[in-house]
Each structure stands twice: as C-alpha cells, then as structure tokens.
C-alpha cells in the first residue's frame, strides 16, 4: 500500500474557518515535509520537520515520528490559502527517497 | 537564497521524439531530483542524483535518461515521447541527499502531439 496516506483529498473552508490536514505514514519516517501547489503549479515550501511542531502565522504543523503521522493545521483561512496541500516523507525502506502523498485539494470560499 | 530554473517552461513534441528538460540549481545543493506530476495527482520520482555525475533510479525511471553534468545541473531526457503524453516535470535540489528540505523548481509543462 501507500507509504504516505494523506487525508482529506479534498476540502472546502469558509473564509475565517479552520481546519487539519493529516498524513499518515505506514514505515518509519524520519521528516516531514509540507508543500503548498499553486494554481500556476509552483510548489512552496511550508514546513520541514524532523520533530515536534513548527507554526508560521496561521500555519502550524506537527510530526510524531512514533505514532507515525503529520497534521498541517490550519487557522483563520483565507481565501489565497486555496491550493493542493502535500505532505512529503523521508526514510522508509530506501533513505534516499522522499514519497509524496497524493494532496489535499483545499478551496477557501468567500 | 537561491534559486531553481527549469527550462523550457513549455514543451511540445511530436510522438518518438527525444526531449530534453534541464534543470540549474544555485544553491550549491549536493542532491538533485526529477518528479513527473500527472494532472491532479502526487509527484513520482524519475531519477536523482546525489553529487555530480551520480544517478540513481527513482519508481518511473523507464523511458527517461539523466545526466549530472556539474553540480549544477540535472538533465532529464525523454527517450521516446509517448502520444497524448502530458504532465509536468519538477526539479528540485537539497543540501544533502537526506535529513534537508527539498526546494523546487517551477516546472517543465509537456504535450506530446
């Protein structure tokens, strides 16, 4: 199966709302990455951790390298939020390879 | 800072053709990758390579060729477009071929006629 479950696949916020991503791992992990994809396919780093939590604005993400997951939460959204979320894994079976997840189709509404 | 061009930004071909995408990083980054991303899907790994003239071979690396001239740069080569063929090639670079964030480019956009 996938390495990297990523959760929902897509979602829709009101403005001003807030809600979590999550990706789940099924090997050990030894980071995470985030990314946001724009509409013109541009991927943005977000957050990279190999532990604990990071927050940037009214971005915060967390990894738990021993329950095996990650969440991206996401407070107060607005409307430029809009974007596919990815999260993407270090380690696994072969260390040199990072495996993606499959996205999460966020779309903000007014 | 630093940054990562992909060229070209457009790339149309014609069925059997072989295709070049390159790729210069100037972060002075060791590791260097391709991703293929279908649309509306995850990003698969083609090939990457750890420093210069190093490839390895990521899952999608049937029908493609790399080549890591300097440390600054990736090529990745489509040996035999395939009809209908569309997506988008990513580059990215990283500090270290583990244990360091990945950056991007903006990506290479394929059509194949």
């Known amino acids: 199966g996938d390495q990297v479950e990523q959760s929902p696949?897509?979602?829709?916020?009101?403005?001003?709302?807030?809600?979590?991503?999550?990706?789940?791992?099924?090997?050990?992990?030894?980071?995470?990455?985030?990314?946001?994809?724009?509409?013109?396919?541009?991927?943005?780093?977000?957050?990279?951790?190999?532990?604990?939590?990071?927050?940037?604005?009214?971005?915060?993400?967390?990894?738990?390298?021993?329950?095996?997951?990650?969440?991206?939460?996401?407070?107060?959204?607005?409307?430029?939020?809009?974007?596919?979320?990815?999260?993407?894994?270090?380690?696994?079976?072969?260390?040199y390879k990072v495996i993606f997840g499959k996205g999460t189709h966020l779309h903000v509404l007014p | 800072g630093g940054i990562i061009t992909q060229t070209p930004k457009f790339l149309i071909g014609q069925e059997g053709q072989k295709l070049t995408l390159k790729c210069q990083q100037n972060f002075n980054h060791d590791t260097m990758y391709w991703y293929?991303?279908?649309?509306?899907?995850?990003?698969?790994?083609?090939?990457?390579?750890?420093?210069e003239n190093d490839l390895q071979k990521g899952d999608l690396s049937e029908g493609y060729d790399a080549s890591r001239e300097k440390k600054s740069?990736?090529?990745?080569?489509?040996?035999?477009?395939?009809?209908?063929?569309?997506?988008?090639?990513?580059?990215?670079?990283s500090p270290r071929d583990w244990g360091y964030e990945q950056y991007f480019g903006p990506g290479t956009r394929l059509t194949v006629l």
Do not use: P
């Open chain 2, 36 to 51: 293929r991303q279908d649309s509306g899907k995850g990003l698969r790994l083609i090939y990457y390579s750890i420093t």
């Open chain 1, 9 to 95: 696949s897509a979602l829709s916020l009101h403005e001003g709302t807030s809600s979590a991503l999550r990706c789940n791992f099924t090997t050990t992990t030894r980071s995470v990455q985030w990314f946001r994809q724009n509409s013109r396919g541009s991927l943005i780093n977000l957050f990279y951790l190999a532990s604990g939590t990071k927050e940037n604005g009214r971005l915060k993400s967390a990894f738990d390298s021993k329950e095996l997951y990650s969440t991206l939460h996401i407070r107060d959204a607005q409307l430029e939020d809009s974007g596919t979320y990815f999260c993407a894994a270090e380690g696994g079976t072969n260390a």
């Open chain 2, 73 to 93: 740069s990736f090529s990745l080569t489509v040996t035999s477009a395939q009809k209908n063929e569309m997506a988008v090639f990513l580059c990215a670079s």
